[in-house]
């Protein structure tokens, strides 16, 4: 590994954890104008929307630039949303109106995402040769995991009552902020600041791309040939319907957690958010357990993906604090040791097939895409009066069942054509459409 890929890692970490402390503090300042149960799901919802819609622009802004760059402008983006959010209760505006502020606040960080996303990843394939890719990418989602535990806990002390009362008594701070939520939301904005910073050392790979169509109209016919090609490849198809599976699994399981934690456990919202990291702690357990697996094998990992819509199940049975630990410590564990080779082989061969940027911004259209039906899923569900340990039991039952049929879908593409698996790790650069 390079100097500079380990400088994309650190970039990634700090904005990557601002995000997951910024939702935190977006829930803590809903529940602070008495929102809505169902109101924190439309937050993700509004990220999502900002993937599917962006995606078929954002992957041609990925190959135009120095990618190091497409990162510090698109975390500026990010930083606009921080603030905006921040300034909620200085226009005047009814607790109602606040709260819509609010979720286009959060919006406007998930265009920065979803435009950051396809550098992002993109730039590790030009930097990293097919064979180290696993572990470039255990490395990156791993580090990724751990910033979604430190921003989770970091989200959740800043509204905590000792943290919050602390900061506020400091003269300066008590001048720009009067609740815990606002002081969370300003200290991550210094986050924000100092993943720009890092994105300004990332190095320029010199990487060159066939010149990206600049009509909208042709970027979304280009965007629409480029996901066609991922899901006519017997590989990318099943990457891709495995990493869109776990996206939009783990997103809701975020919002889970939190309401599970609430009503279950009786945690105030900052004791919830230890739950998500806890989660999140054995993806990066798992990720690590990843690295260890050949490009070529990545295919075996399937079955612990149906697994872990299993062990969910367990989760409204459980009420002992340190049984919940150990379930979702478990989770997270299956969860990344199956994802992370499957991202892995997806990068590979949309590297291949397309480019760097065109190929991550396809995933993220399908897995963002899958987000919004689970999310709102979800909400419609909270809506509808439905408890939590029931949305659970759905919940695990159906991605158990989608990952059982994804095992069978791979096993009939290897039985008619068993040298698929020759193909993993085939090197070669994919060119646009």
């Not at 500079?4 to 602070?32: E, K, M, P, R, W």
């Not at 990291?277 to 990066?284: D, F, P, S, Y």
């Amino acid at each position: 590994m390079n100097r500079g890929f380990y400088v994309v890692i650190i970039a990634q970490t700090f904005s990557s954890l601002a995000d997951n402390a910024l939702f935190i503090a977006a829930i803590a300042l809903i529940h602070q104008l008495e929102g809505p149960v169902w109101v924190p799901p439309l937050i993700k919802w509004g990220v999502a929307a900002s993937y599917v819609l962006l995606a078929p622009f954002v992957g041609a802004l990925a190959d135009a630039y120095p990618k190091g760059k497409v990162m510090f402008t698109t975390n500026a983006f990010k930083v606009v949303g921080c603030m905006l959010m921040f300034s909620y209760a200085f226009w005047g505006l009814v607790a109602s109106e606040q709260i819509i502020l609010i979720c286009v606040a959060y919006a406007i960080v998930g265009t920065g995402a979803a435009a950051y996303s396809p550098a992002k990843y993109g730039i590790i394939t030009e930097m990293l040769p097919p064979e180290q890719l696993v572990v470039g990418n255990s490395w990156i989602e791993g580090m990724t995991v751990v910033s979604i535990i430190m921003g989770s806990v970091v989200g959740g002390l800043l509204v905590s009552p000792a943290v919050s009362g602390w900061l506020l008594s400091h003269p300066t701070i008590k001048q720009m902020a009067s609740t815990p939520a606002e002081v969370a939301i300003l200290m991550i904005g210094l986050l924000y600041a100092a993943a720009a910073l890092t994105n300004l050392l990332i190095p320029n790979t010199n990487a060159q791309y066939p010149k990206q169509h600049q009509h909208p109209l042709r970027l979304i016919k280009a965007f629409a040939g480029y996901t066609r090609v991922l899901w006519t490849d017997k590989l990318g198809q099943i990457s891709l319907g495995v990493t869109t599976l776990f996206w939009g699994a783990g997103a809701t399981l975020q919002l889970i957690v939190i309401e599970w934690g609430r009503t279950q456990l009786g945690y105030r919202l900052d004791q919830a958010s230890i739950l998500m990291g806890i989660a999140a702690l054995g993806t990066v357990l798992g990720s690590i357990a990843a690295a260890r697996v050949p490009l070529k094998q990545s295919l075996r990992v399937l079955p612990v993906g149906a697994l872990m819509g299993v062990v969910v199940l367990v989760m409204p049975l459980i009420y002992n604090e340190w049984a919940v630990y150990g379930l979702l410590l478990l989770v997270g564990i299956l969860s990344g040791f199956f994802v992370v080779p499957m991202n892995a082989l997806l990068q590979h061969r949309g590297h291949l097939l397309l480019s760097a940027g065109h190929s991550i911004a396809v995933q993220n259209f399908n897995e963002q895409l899958n987000i919004l039906l689970m999310v709102s899923l979800y909400s419609l569900m909270l809506w509808l009066g439905l408890s939590i340990n029931l949305i659970i039991v759905m919940f695990g039952l159906s991605v158990a069942l989608l990952m059982l049929v994804l095992i069978r879908w791979n096993q009939t593409n290897l039985r008619n054509d068993p040298s698929l698996v020759l193909r993993i790790g085939e090197h070669g650069q994919g060119q646009a459409l």
